[in-house]
């Protein structure tokens, strides 16, 4: 999303406000769900009574709550209902060259989110956020084997609030040196793109089994 210049929203708070390239930020509520839409794995920052980690986790929203799953026996996911976390999302779009090495960059969308997460403990939320986890990596939640009361139990769901969060933003070409640009260097962006490829069967599925649409869907669509 290119920088127009003009009117900029204010942060929610400012934990997320963006100081280092602040014209690349954006606050805009609906630009920074559509980079959560477009991500797959939020990396979870969280302090543990062994101290910080960060580990990758798939993720789901409805427009209040960011869901994180993972195993109940997971010590990051337990410590960190009840406590501060910051979950990041990036997507990089390309490679930025500059005539400098030193104004090599990428194009990329971040979404930084912080808030107390909280144990998610009702049944129908806890469902809920499950398919939802699970249908924003591939929508197959109604087309698999339905999961059984024991692998539900064994699966523990955190979410956040999607109050304090903010986004950065970088697109186009390098920012060079005004004395650079005339002179022999190349410059520019390597643009990277990522696409689904054909579904490919399982080696002990039996024939006759067809590819759910959900996964058909994907084949040749950018990620």
Do not use: Q
């Not at 398919?131 to 109604?142: I, P």
């Not at 920012?175 to 490829?197: F, K, T």
Request: one cysteine or more; glycine letters at 8%.
């Amino acid at each position: 999303m290119a920088d127009t210049g003009g009117e900029r929203r204010a942060p929610a708070s400012d934990r997320v406000r963006v100081r280092r390239g602040a014209i690349r930020a954006e606050y805009d509520r609906a630009a920074i769900l559509e980079v959560l839409d477009a991500g797959l794995i939020a990396h979870v920052g969280v302090v543990t009574d062994s101290g910080p980690i960060v580990l990758p986790m798939a993720y789901g929203r409805t427009d209040d709550w960011l869901y994180l799953h993972g195993s109940a026996a997971n010590a990051a996911l337990r410590s960190a209902a009840g406590r501060d976390v910051c979950v990041t999302v990036t997507i990089v779009d390309g490679l930025v060259v500059g005539r400098s090495p030193f104004h090599n960059s990428m194009n990329y969308r971040g979404v930084v989110i912080r808030g107390t997460a909280r144990s998610v403990d009702s049944r129908d939320e806890h469902m809920e956020a499950l398919r939802l986890v699970s249908d924003h990596v591939v929508a197959t939640w109604d087309t698999g084997r339905p999961p059984t009361e024991l692998e539900i139990r064994k699966t523990m769901v955190i979410a956040v609030p999607l109050i304090e969060m903010s986004a950065k933003i970088r697109t186009g070409d390098p920012i060079d040196e005004a004395e650079d640009l005339d002179g022999p260097y190349w410059a520019g962006h390597v643009p990277i793109r990522s696409v689904w490829e054909a579904a490919v069967p399982a080696g002990d599925l039996p024939d006759g089994i067809d590819v759910p649409p959900a996964i058909e869907s994907l084949d040749g669509r950018a990620v």
